[in-house]
């Protein structure tokens, strides 16, 4: 006996074990023939490991209606025509579509999916995740991100594998968190909150923790937006206490990161630093592993990005500064976004030690590190609240003139 390779090739990309192709199996055969099927996962094994060739019609006809496609493309052979299926119902199924003159049992092959759709939606994930790196949320990006979530919630209806099924459901929940994103970088945090609940509902379904990670990591930065600081300390909280952040220190550490923000924001300095102080901790024991995309931005860099954000916000402009140089040393050529946000903050930080020219100097490096696309939303407001700064220290400097005409829609 030899394995039958054919079969097996199809249970691996619908994702169906053994006892789950025996469910549905009997399931189609109830369809059929309105009685329940017998088959047991034994009845499954001996058809993968070769001992069964020739499977009855009711097998068979069970193989053709769970698959979409003829036992043959299964590594079986049909049964002898001398020996007919067990029940009329049945043998009228059976010989139809073996002989092709009705569609009704193939109907559903070319809408079944399986794992190579999970592998193309997810492929289209993350060419979008790495647009945003570069460019910053905008528009196309969350028609796409949309686009690509209805995809898999289409495909999803056709699933024969609950594995699959729920894998659909966190590629929605990824693609439709990465339409919020857009939109949270883009400064729209109304439309943002709309994707997130239904982020977070998707994500629900799919049972999968990293994903919801996902959705609350960027609750916790719309609070932030709305100004409800104490929001944003309990979004990071609750991301703080999913599987995912419990089993990979990186998670735990992004979470450790945000709540750290939300602290500062609220002056709580000595629990806002002992954030960053776990955060660091847990980044450190963060070792190389499998990843959705998204988070690939997280790292040393953004940490030390966040913690230049935390320093500012409790008054440490010196420290700031200097966690900002150590972040912009490292940021990663791709995230040029990032790299611009940092280089804003760096500016900040230099503006309220007292040197307003080098600040300027400094901040006008974002408009060539963003040259030829649209400044995002949430850059054009770290520009605005650097040009309030400068006002208030130096209403009469000619930087504030310069920042003004470089702000405007076609100023750049």
């Known amino acids: 006996m030899t394995v039958n390779v054919a079969l097996k090739q199809q249970m691996i990309e619908r994702g169906l074990t053994q006892d789950e192709l025996a469910r549905r199996m009997n399931d189609a055969l109830e369809e059929i023939t309105g009685r329940p099927g017998e088959v047991s996962d034994r009845t499954v094994r001996n058809l993968l490991s070769g001992k069964t060739l020739r499977p009855i019609g009711r097998t068979c006809a069970a193989l053709e209606r769970v698959f979409g496609c003829p036992v043959k493309e299964l590594g079986l052979s ?10 009329p119902v049945l043998r009228r199924t059976f010989i139809t579509a073996t002989t092709g003159t009705t569609a009704a049992p193939f109907v559903a092959a070319s809408r079944q999916v399986g794992v190579s759709d999970v592998e193309r939606l997810q492929v289209g994930l993350n060419r979008l995740t790495a647009l945003d790196n570069h460019r910053g949320g905008h528009l196309a990006l969350e028609k796409a991100a949309l686009a690509g979530a209805q995809q898999a919630l289409d495909l999803q209806q056709y699933c024969v594998s609950e ?6 459901f966190t590629i929605a929940a990824d693609y439709t968190s990465r339409a919020a994103w857009s939109c949270i970088d883009d400064r ?9 609940d239904r982020s977070m509902i998707y994500a629900g379904m799919a049972q999968d923790s990293t994903a919801q990670f996902s959705a609350w990591n960027q609750i916790a930065m719309l609070a932030r937006q709305y100004r409800r600081h104490t929001d944003a300390v309990a979004a990071g909280q609750a991301a703080q206490g999913l599987r995912i952040a419990r089993r990979d220190p990186l998670f735990a550490s992004l979470a450790h990161a945000r709540i750290a923000i939300g602290q500062s924001n609220r002056n709580d300095k000595q629990a806002a630093l002992r954030s960053l102080g776990h955060a660091q901790d847990a980044l450190t024991k963060a070792a190389p592993a499998p990843r959705p995309g998204w988070i690939d931005f997280y790292g040393s860099a953004e940490l030390f990005a966040i913690t230049a954000i935390v320093q500012e916000r409790l008054g440490m402009s010196a420290e700031a500064e200097a966690s900002s140089h150590r972040a912009l040393a490292i940021i990663p050529e791709r995230f040029r976004r990032n790299r611009a946000l940092s280089t804003v903050r760096l500016a900040l930080a230099q503006l309220h030690q ?3 020219d080098l600040a300027c100097a400094t901040v006008t490096d974002v408009f060539d590190i963003m040259q030829g696309v649209e400044i995002p939303g949430r850059i054009r407001t770290e520009l605005s609240g650097f040009q309030r700064n ?9 930087h504030v003139a310069d920042l003004i005409h470089r702000l405007r829609p076609n100023g750049s």
């Open 78 to 87: 049909p049964p002898r025509s001398a020996v007919p299926p067990e029940d």
């Open 163 to 168: 594995r699959v099924r729920q894998r659909l």
């Open 188 to 196: 729209r945090p109304d439309q943002a909150q709309h994707y997130l």
């Open 354 to 356: 007292g040197d307003l």
């Open 390 to 398: 400068v006002l208030d220290c130096a209403p009469k400097s000619a």
